[in-house]
């Protein structure tokens, strides 16, 4: 039985101190899982430094990205494990989209 591909969307917010190659290493490591995982990148909407709502690590902005992406299920145990490795990442949510 073959695994279904399903719509997807991340949030990540990285650290706002990060060189601008670094922010770019962590998005093409997030894609190269997604297309891995034989899913393919529909969007990616970098929303640029914004306000947290509250301080993590010290920090009080973030660089935050949103990406909406197709792929199978196994995708989003592998994504969480990147983002929990990376150290530039602040916070993450993957979320399924319905419509």
């Known amino acids: 039985?073959?695994?279904?591909?399903?719509?997807?969307?991340?949030?990540?917010?990285l650290k706002p101190d990060l060189e601008d190659e670094e922010k770019q290493?962590?998005?093409?490591?997030?894609?190269n899982a997604i297309s891995d995982h034989d899913g393919e990148v529909n969007e990616v909407d970098a929303w640029g430094k914004k306000q947290l709502a509250y301080e993590i690590k010290d920090y009080r902005s973030g660089d935050y990205t949103i990406l909406e992406f197709n792929a199978k299920t196994t995708v989003v145990n592998e994504l969480e494990r990147i983002f929990k490795i990376m150290d530039g990442v602040l916070r993450y949510l993957v979320v399924r989209n319905d419509a």
């Open 25 to 31: 290493n962590i998005l093409q490591r997030v894609k």
């Open 1 to 13: 039985m073959e695994i279904r591909k399903r719509d997807y969307e991340t949030t990540f917010v």
